[in-house]
């Protein structure tokens, strides 16, 4: 499958479970803009057969190069980027939950979820637009794993799927930085990201960011309860070239570690 496929995939993907994600879209094209992806992310579990190792051939065939690894402590979480030498081709950026890290309760509930999976589930590109690939869990399982790790709550909610779409700031024309889209998108009740601050990173990061809060669903556990859950978010990025007149094209640790915060319950 080429980049330009595998995105439309996604992207349909995307709009059914975070509409905000195609209003946000038009109201940058009625404003003139055309919109020019910087990223997509995925998050999955690790120790299985859809962890980083299992899914990264996949995106190695499309043309992607492993650009760098990043680690999140506290979330428990490590991740891995790549870039495409097609410049319009967005980045991609997979997380993966160290699930052994986790208490033995969660590592329970997380350990069935795991076990549900195909061994050879990884089978090409279709995979980033599965969703479960696994019977739901209890809600009662979901708000334990939500009380320690709202990633693992989210992942065992939506499955594998991309997380979120995110604008490349530097494709716009006349919307002028990151201050101008967040004011857009606040007149228009859009829910910003507030952790560490609605503007994540500054120009000598190299990386600027910002991002909508989740939508939200209603779903139904397998104990016949349902619960309001996160699903997707739109991200707006910066970026900025370094001395060497080369435009960044890796990731900034601390910006992405308040962006995993989008898909907290609010
Ligand atoms: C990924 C968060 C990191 C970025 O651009 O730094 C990220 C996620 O929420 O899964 O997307
Ligand atoms: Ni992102």
């Known amino acids: 499958m080429n980049y330009k496929t595998f995105f439309e995939m996604l992207w349909q993907d995307y709009i059914k479970i975070a509409p905000q994600a195609m209003r946000v879209h038009d109201l940058f094209t009625h404003l003139g803009e055309t919109v020019i992806n910087d990223h997509v992310a995925f998050r999955t579990f690790s120790d299985c057969s859809i962890d980083l190792d299992h899914l990264q051939p996949v995106i190695l065939a499309m043309g992607y190069t492993l650009q760098d690894h990043y680690t999140f402590e506290q979330k428990k979480l490590v991740a891995r980027s790549y870039s495409h030498p097609d ?52 809600a009662t399982d979901y708000d334990t794993l939500s ?42 009740q859009f829910p910003i990201n507030q952790a560490g601050g609605a503007i994540k990173g500054v120009p000598a990061d ?61």
């Open 87 to 138: 410049e319009e081709a967005p980045r991609i950026f997979v997380s993966e939950l160290l699930r052994h890290r986790l208490s033995e309760e969660s590592q329970r509930i997380l350990e069935s979820v795991v076990a549900q999976i195909d061994p050879g589930a990884v089978d090409g590109p279709e995979i980033f637009a599965h969703g479960l690939l696994w019977n739901p869990v209890t």
């Open 147 to 188: 009380a320690e790790s709202e990633y693992a709550a989210w992942l065992v909610s939506m499955g594998l799927r991309v997380n979120h779409f995110t604008v490349s700031l530097n494709h716009l024309r006349s919307l002028k930085g990151m201050q101008q889209v967040i004011d857009l998108l606040q007149q228009h």
């Open 206 to 266: 190299l990386l600027v960011q910002s991002s909508t809060m989740a939508d939200q669903t209603e779903m139904t556990f397998s104990c016949g309860q349902t619960r309001t859950v996160p699903t997707c978010f739109y991200e707006f990025a910066m970026r900025y070239k370094n001395a060497g007149g080369e435009l960044f094209d890796g990731f900034i640790a601390s910006n992405a570690d308040k962006i995993f915060e989008s898909t907290h319950r609010t």
